[in-house]
């Protein structure tokens, strides 16, 4: 392993992160930093933008602008060198290549490699027997699902009752048939469907089971005895499909059946768990779909489920269609948009008759009046998108319904103190919205996501765009949403200078789509701009840290735009203050004098922290080997008024800086000094040296 790489004056040192130039480190951001390190790596050789982005900003979809920023950071440091080498090319319209002369250093630690995780790519023989069963032949095609399919085989052959939950349309019916076609070698008396669907009597269960069966129910009253007597000594599976609107019913007959029928084994779909001893559950996810991305290409996008599902459905049609990496991206799209969810891909597909790719994209805006074109032998709930999910919402209670339809103002997910904090109000008290909202993921309207330290909850777009439609008070909850928001950025940005950064980005990323939706609210025709101003005064440190510059420019700009007389002089610091998240190009005029006016209102407001955290990125502005005094200068008051405040990542920043300040003076001494003490602010902070905290 390379420990470092040696070119002019610089030394980059991976394991720490550092750029050393004439051995003082050199203040250079994170991001720059990746970029530096993947150029200097493959010297010599083109590095695409594509690839750039792939590897400093893994799965994150952002703008090519993000590049140009953090190389115009690049180019800015190594022109401090004033060797007169030319490091850094720029191949138009390509990428970068970097051509000075570079030495590889060995490694003097060697991390050892991960242990190589369990092969996952065994494949579960398919055993049909020739036993007897009533299974429906399917026309087409299973896509996207072996490995659930294997799933759900292994639990049968561990479990004698497994239940398939997932939101409607999933697919949990066409699995459990075609899980028990794969197992009827293992039930000498064979695999029967017990379709409960059409049912409007729960009473009734017992019979549909026992018809299916051919076991003869005289009398409702020990309809149950008999059956499970039919069935004491049969080795059978019982697929029981649609289980939600008699739940409580389907429960009891399964269990009093698992009781007397040790040869029976159980496979039940339902949109909520069967809850009864002895239950395996399997959650049916949807297929996986691209995130909309322009650059997608046909061979990546028939790499998810989704994808090709529509494609083999959409060529069955006989309109010529294929995919290509011209509408691969339009596809993909329409496949995200509809959650990945099979009968919906079902439903838009045929539409295409009519429509174009383009048209069909276009539509989903009012996807419950384009989707309609269902299969005509299809049960009516499932003829529809619309019908399909006002099945699952007519089983609520009224508080269930609801929260259903308040959480149609979150965008992505959220967590469950935000949750409450928006739609808590008298018909739904805050200490019994936990409870509502579990019953909701139970029955399959809410996802939710553990990923974090803490669980998230959201709707599939479909499932909110139903919800929206069901929102009685509207402009009360999407004014509460987008309030909640503007205070919960106020208290991440606080909490941002002192919590390492990893932890950081871990608990608020996540929130970046429920900051958009606010913002498109407030600013827009029924919001408020006042809030919307918060909420952009609040959220520089967020965009910076996910790198999203345009984005976060175009909020800015359309802030400023309209602060006026009565808008609070903090609010307008906090709007000036927004290249402190160092997001601009450092070239930029108005950087350094939008920092200067919100130093003079910080002043003003008392508010000495901030004050001299806009001093560092104006003293930053105006730092450069040609010209020390003045930069310096800004940055020793920003550090005279931020040091009284303790350890916080601006001190660190501010040292940094000044250690930069002092190399390009020529006092080697005071830098290594001053970048140490740097380094120990960071330390404190649990940031650590190799951290990817660059000084």
């Not at 049916?284 to 994808?307: C, F, I, Q």
Request: negative net charge.
């Amino acid at each position: 392993m390379t420990e470092a790489f040696a070119f002019g004056p610089f030394r980059l040192l991976v394991a720490r992160r550092e750029l050393l130039a004439h051995g003082v480190p050199v203040t250079l951001g994170q991001r720059a930093f990746e970029i530096l390190l993947m150029l200097v790596g493959r010297h010599g050789q083109l590095v695409t933008k594509d690839e750039l982005m792939a590897e400093v900003w893994p799965g994150v979809v952002v703008e090519e602008n993000n590049i140009q920023v953090h190389i115009s950071a690049v180019r800015k440091v190594l022109a401090t060198a004033g060797d007169g080498e030319r490091y850094l090319l720029t191949v138009a319209g390509r990428g970068y290549r970097f051509v000075a002369p570079v030495k590889r250093e060995s490694a003097t630690e060697l991390e050892a490699p991960p242990a190589p995780g369990p092969d996952q790519s065994a494949a579960v023989s398919a055993a049909i027997g020739a036993a007897t069963n009533n299974l429906p032949q399917q026309l087409t095609s299973l896509i996207g699902r072996e490995a659930d399919l294997a799933n759900i085989k292994a639990r049968l052959g561990s479990h004698r009752l497994v239940t398939l939950t997932g939101s409607g349309g999933v697919g949990k019916t066409r699995l459990a048939i075609e899980a028990g076609r794969s197992v009827l070698d293992r039930y000498p008396d064979g695999v029967w469907l017990a379709e409960l669907a059409p049912l409007h009597d729960s009473q009734l269960v017992t019979s549909i089971i026992g018809e299916v069966l051919g076991v003869s129910l005289s009398a409702p009253s020990g309809a149950i005895e008999t059956l499970a007597s039919a069935l004491k000594n049969k080795a059978l599976l019982l697929i029981v499909d649609n289980c939600e609107h008699v739940i409580a019913e389907a429960a009891r007959v399964a269990e009093a059946l698992m009781r007397n029928c040790p040869r029976l084994s159980i496979l039940a779909s339902s949109r909520e768990r069967l809850a009864i001893a002895g239950e395996s559950v399997v959650r049916v996810p949807s297929l996986p779909a691209p995130e909309a991305n322009g650059a997608l290409t046909a061979a990546r996008a028939g790499e998810y489920a989704a994808v090709r599902l529509f494609v083999e459905r959409a060529s069955a049609l006989g309109c010529g269609f294929a995919l290509t990496d011209a509408n691969a991206a339009t596809v993909g799209s329409i496949c995200q948009r509809l959650d990945g969810i099979p009968l919906a891909i079902e439903l838009a597909v045929p539409r295409l008759r009519v429509l174009s790719l383009e048209q069909l994209a276009r539509g989903l805006d009012e996807r419950f009046r384009l989707l309609t074109a269902g299969n005509r032998t299809a049960l009516p709930r499932q003829q529809t998108l619309h019908a399909l999910i006002d099945w699952s919402y007519a089983l609520l209670g009224d508080a269930e319904k609801t929260l259903l339809a308040r959480l149609s103002v979150f965008f992505g997910n959220a967590a469950l103190t935000s949750i409450t904090a928006v739609v808590a109000s008298a018909e739904i008290p805050s200490e019994q919205v936990g409870d509502v909202l579990l019953s909701l993921v139970e029955k399959s309207l809410v996802h939710a996501d553990p990923a974090g330290s803490e669980f998230r909850y959201g709707l599939l777009e479909s499932t909110r765009y139903y919800a929206s439609e069901k929102l009685a008070d509207g402009p009360r909850m999407r004014r509460r949403h987008a309030e909640h928001f503007a205070a919960r950025l106020a208290q991440a940005t606080a909490q941002w200078e002192t919590t390492p950064t990893q932890q950081w980005i871990a608990c608020y990323e996540p929130d970046i789509d429920n900051l958009r939706g606010a913002l498109e609210w407030a600013f827009g025709p029924d919001g408020d701009v006042a809030v919307g101003l918060e909420l952009v005064a609040h959220s520089h440190v967020l965009w910076a840290e996910l790198g999203l510059i345009l984005e976060h420019r175009r909020w800015v700009i359309a802030a400023l735009d309209k602060v006026g007389k009565g808008t609070p002089s903090e609010v307008t610091a906090r709007l000036l203050s927004w290249q402190a998240g160092d997001v601009r190009e450092l070239d930029d005029p108005a950087d350094y004098d939008e920092a200067v006016r919100a130093a003079g209102l910080y002043r003003k407001l008392g508010d000495g922290f901030h004050e001299g955290r806009v001093l560092l990125r104006a003293g930053t502005a105006r730092l450069s080997p040609d010209s020390v005094d003045e930069g310096e200068g800004l940055l020793r008051k920003a550090h005279a008024l931020v040091r009284p405040f303790g350890t916080t990542k601006t001190l660190a920043r501010c040292l940094s800086a000044l250690a930069s300040a002092r190399l390009f003076a020529g006092d080697l001494s005071d830098a290594r000094s001053l970048h140490r003490q740097a380094i120990d602010v960071y330390r404190n902070l649990g940031e650590g040296v190799d951290d990817h905290r660059n000084l």
